[in-house]
């Protein structure tokens, strides 16, 4: 196997980032970049294990009950859906195998490693202990990625720029979703004031914050490219993704009038409740999860995030400038 420094390029999404390495070809769309592994870092929209694993605490939450991994696995793998992620359907249009979790011993790593853990952070977690923010599952944030990255590989550097240090070539930084658009968010900021709404009866201030956030992040990433201008360097527009499915909701066969509920929940207008959430006792998932967007009012539907990888994936690769 060759070293990462010999063949580290990268792609694509997550919370926070994900990378490919490559050097197989294939002729197909996606495939033309020629990448043969990927790794992943980020959160729950793409952890694919590592809690479940990483402590009893984490093997206790939600994530490892039915019907989490109903659709697909036929039972949870501590994937936070009812099926596949963006991350799994990102490796099979590169004609790789689904990632496996860094955690579980013992697996096939020759086409990558999964490092992403849910409930991670971007700042370490000491950091915002000293803040007065607990972050409650775990303590693996995304500076604790990269170690384990650099464990399973190279010397440790410092969030993208230690990324690009590890010779990446291609890296993709995704944005943030419309959060205001989560059913959880909906429901504990409900209020009767119309216009706290925008056209899809989202919270207004939440998508504020999302696109001022994912404007700041823009920026960063125009100042990374001019440091590192050998570095292919590609912003993930999840936000606008997220908008194209709502837009077109009907078409891709979403149920236009469930949009904001949540398949897997309880009550309420938006089928969420805090106290009893997808995976308690006696909460059960909608009949038919493939005509809704949101799972259980935090994470998306199996069927949302094969729509919204695709829908990536095809505003990507033209940036990625692979060859042909």
């Given at each position: 196997m060759s070293?990462i420094?010999?063949?580290?390029?990268?792609?694509?999404?997550?919370?926070?980032?994900?990378?490919v390495?490559?050097?197989?070809?294939?002729?197909?769309?996606f495939?033309?970049?020629?990448?043969?592994s990927?790794?992943?870092?980020?959160?729950?929209?793409?952890?694919?294990g590592?809690?479940i694993?990483?402590?009893?605490?984490?093997?206790?939450?939600q994530?490892?009950?039915?019907?989490?991994?109903?659709?697909?696995?036929n039972?949870?793998?501590g994937?936070?859906?009812?099926?596949l992620?963006?991350?799994d359907?990102?490796?099979?249009?590169?004609?790789?195998?689904?990632l496996n979790?860094?955690?579980?011993?013992d697996?096939?790593?020759?086409?990558?490693?999964?490092?992403?853990?849910?409930g991670?952070?971007?700042?370490?977690t000491?950091?915002?202990?000293?803040k007065g923010?607990?972050?409650?599952?775990t303590?693996?944030?995304?500076?604790v990625?990269?170690?384990?990255?650099?464990s399973?590989?190279?010397?440790?550097?410092?969030?993208?720029?230690?990324?690009?240090?590890?010779?990446?070539?291609?890296?993709?930084?995704?944005?943030?979703f419309?959060i205001g658009?989560?059913?959880?968010y909906?429901t504990?900021f409900?209020?009767?004031?119309?216009?706290?709404?925008?056209e899809?009866?989202?919270?207004?201030?939440?998508?504020?914050?999302a696109?001022?956030?994912n404007?700041?992040?823009?920026?960063a990433?125009?100042?990374?490219?001019?440091?590192?201008?050998d570095?292919?360097?590609?912003?993930?527009?999840?936000?606008?993704?997220?908008q194209?499915?709502?837009?077109?909701a009907?078409?891709q066969g979403?149920?236009?009038?469930s949009l904001?509920?949540?398949?897997c929940?309880?009550g309420?207008e938006?089928?969420y409740?805090?106290?009893?959430?997808?995976?308690a006792p006696?909460?059960q998932?909608c009949p038919?999860?493939?005509?809704?967007?949101?799972?259980?009012?935090?994470h998306l539907?199996?069927?949302?995030?094969?729509?919204?990888?695709?829908?990536?994936?095809?505003?990507?690769?033209?940036?990625?400038?692979?060859?042909a």
């Amino acid at each position: 196997m060759s070293t990462i420094q010999e063949d580290f390029q990268v792609v694509l999404i997550s919370t926070f980032l994900f990378l490919v390495f490559s050097s197989s070809c294939d002729a197909q769309p996606f495939r033309r970049c020629k990448f043969d592994s990927i790794y992943q870092l980020g959160d729950s929209i793409s952890d694919t294990g590592n809690l479940i694993i990483e402590s009893s605490l984490g093997a206790a939450t939600q994530c490892s009950q039915l019907p989490y991994g109903e659709t697909f696995f036929n039972e949870p793998t501590g994937r936070c859906s009812n099926g596949l992620l963006m991350i799994d359907y990102v490796a099979l249009e590169a004609g790789l195998p689904f990632l496996n979790p860094y955690l579980k011993k013992d697996s096939d790593f020759s086409h990558g490693v999964n490092f992403a853990i849910t409930g991670a952070t971007a700042l370490s977690t000491s950091f915002l202990a000293a803040k007065g923010v607990i972050p409650p599952f775990t303590n693996s944030s995304l500076n604790v990625q990269l170690d384990w990255m650099s464990s399973f590989s190279v010397p440790p550097f410092t969030m993208i720029q230690r990324v690009i240090q590890y010779g990446a070539r291609r890296v993709v930084v995704p944005g943030n979703f419309p959060i205001g658009c989560l059913p959880m968010y909906l429901t504990i900021f409900k209020t009767n004031n119309t216009a706290a709404y925008d056209e899809f009866n989202c919270l207004k201030g939440f998508n504020d914050f999302a696109e001022y956030y994912n404007e700041r992040l823009q920026q960063a990433i125009e100042e990374l490219r001019n440091e590192n201008p050998d570095t292919v360097i590609v912003y993930a527009d999840y936000y606008n993704a997220f908008q194209w499915l709502f837009r077109n909701a009907l078409f891709q066969g979403l149920d236009p009038a469930s949009l904001l509920k949540a398949c897997c929940g309880v009550g309420g207008e938006y089928n969420y409740d805090g106290a009893r959430t997808c995976g308690a006792p006696g909460v059960q998932a909608c009949p038919d999860p493939d005509r809704l967007v949101h799972w259980d009012g935090i994470h998306l539907t199996q069927k949302a995030y094969m729509l919204i990888a695709k829908w990536l994936i095809q505003d990507i690769l033209p940036k990625l400038q692979c060859n042909a």
